[in-house]
């Protein structure tokens, strides 16, 4: 049977199997790799999504057949490492995705390998450390350590020293660590009556992120406003864990199966409760959309807290189509230069920050959907920091063109980055809740 050049029908994802017999074989994994390497190279369309298919594609060309059998297995790992799971290639280029016979699922793919290389010590102190967003985040914001963390992520010196023994790029912005936690500080307000809309729930939970508590507590103080200033009850979920994330792009299944046995019995009960859950870290929103429930397709609290999670604009563009938002806005918020990152993309509901933005006026939204290549840790790191800007060239590119009011992404990881890279400028880099947040004059 005529093998078909492309799927038909709506991509599907197979669970993954981290549990099975096989899943940590080394000798299956490369017998995959090799497999699906080979169907990339006859294909070769993610030649310029990020560096791992210029890497394969290189390591084919320059070796002796010029075919993959010319390439030797320990030089998978150079594509493998380069992988920062963002999830492009499988949802937006890839023809030969599930259910096509073929079954190609390069993210995943390269997941399972990172998994054997952790299983097998191969992953470095430094990743380990990065990949520890809670356990840092409570060292960094210790009162006086975190003033010095701070003054020492901005000395040359400081940042010299790191560089040479962490690993961590000494010209990459890191973020600030926060003195005032947004989990110790939040004032959420469950106040209102609760009115239920045809497909959203009409009260809130705010899961608060590593990111959000630790480093930018704005985003959370930001969405409560917001949802306060439209009369839906919020809480902060009173008890969370990092939502897993990092360590999955690390490998360590083993370390994202416990962050899920703290988080995930609280947000079910949360989710059987009738709340909403809402994350404003799009990685953290997708980890419980999508990643949480591959790996535990069977467990009944996992699908709950999916069928719960909503990323904060999805949620609020839903509640103006039933007529639940406000929309008395104050404030125009001019030329705003919106990237989308790629863990919103993948989330596969609409371009809904940008909808929500477009509704205030004299508000121009120039978007760009593009991935702008630092994801959590990746561009962080000394090896990969300048492949991360090369990558990002083209996002920082057309987020200037328009000489923008403001720069903003739903991630404000990439949102730092897009504003390293475009250097100086005029425009002011906010989160897409803050310019919400000053549209409604709050
Ligand atoms: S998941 Fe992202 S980083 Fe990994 S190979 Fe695909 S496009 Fe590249
Ligand atoms: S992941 Fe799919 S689209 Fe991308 S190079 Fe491989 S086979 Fe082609």
């Known amino acids: 049977m005529a ?28 017998g995959e790799l090799e497999r699906v390497f080979d169907i990339c190279h006859g294909c070769r369309r993610c030649v ?3 560096t791992a298919f210029p890497k394969l594609f290189d390591l084919i060309d320059e070796g002796k057949t010029g075919e993959l059998d010319g390439v030797e297995k320990s030089k998978y790992w150079e594509v493998v ?30 997941l399972r390998a990172k998994a054997v290389k952790f299983k097998q010590g191969g992953t470095s102190a430094r990743d380990k450390l990065l990949s520890s967003t809670d356990a840092l985040g409570k060292l960094a914001t210790i009162p006086v350590v975190v003033q010095f963390v701070n003054a020492a992520n901005k000395m040359p010196v400081a940042r010299g020293v790191m560089d040479k023994v962490l690993g961590v790029h000494k010209d990459r912005v890191l973020p600030e660590y926060a003195s005032a936690k947004f989990r110790a500080n939040a004032k959420p307000d469950a106040s209102f009556p609760v009115k239920d809309g045809k497909n959203t729930p009409g009260k809130v939970a705010i ?3 590593c990111y959000v508590n630790y480093n930018e507590p704005g985003i959370g103080h930001d969405l409560l406003k917001v949802l306060a200033h439209n009369e839906i009850p919020a809480i902060v979920v009173e008890k ?13 299944l083993d ?82 230069a919106y990237h989308i990152p790629c863990h919103s993309r993948v989330q596969n509901v609409g371009q809904k920050t940008r909808e929500m933005l477009e509704l205030v006026p ?10 702008s290549g630092h994801d959590g840790t990746w561009g962080v ?39 390293q890279g475009i250097g100086e400028s005029r425009a002011q880099k906010e989160h897409p809740l803050a310019l919400l947040r000053i549209a409604y004059g709050l």
């Open 3 to 30: 093998v078909r050049e492309g799927n038909l029908e709506a991509p599907t994802r197979h669970p993954l199997d981290w549990q099975g017999a096989d899943f940590y074989s080394e000798a299956k994994v490369f």
């Open 48 to 50: 310029n999504l990020c």
């Open 81 to 110: 490492d380069r992988c920062y799971l963002c999830d492009t290639c499988y949802m937006t280029k890839c023809p030969y995705v599930p259910p096509h016979e073929w079954n190609v699922d390069f993210p995943h793919l390269m």
């Open 207 to 209: 899961f608060a992120t």
């Open 240 to 252: 969370e864990a990092c939502c897993g994330m990092p360590k999955l792009e690390l490998g360590d």
């Open 255 to 336: 370390a994202v199966a416990k962050l899920k046995e703290i988080n995930i019995p609280v947000l079910a009960r949360l989710a059987r409760e009738g709340y909403a859950i809402l994350t404003a870290i799009p990685s953290c929103t997708l980890m419980f959309k999508q990643e949480l429930p591959l790996m535990f397709p069977q467990d009944a609290d996992v699908k709950a807290v999916q069928a719960a999670m909503f990323d904060p604009f999805e949620y609020l563009v839903m509640r103006y189509k039933e007529g639940l938002l406000k929309t008395d806005f104050k404030a125009p918020l001019g030329k705003v």
């Open 362 to 371: 004299d508000t121009q939204v120039h978007t760009v959907e593009r991935c």
């Open 381 to 419: 790191k000394s090896e990969f920091f300048d492949q991360s800007m090369k990558i990002g060239r083209p996002v920082f590119r057309l987020m200037a063109e328009k000489d923008p009011d403001y720069l903003s992404s739903d991630c404000p990881i990439a949102g730092r980055h897009i504003q």
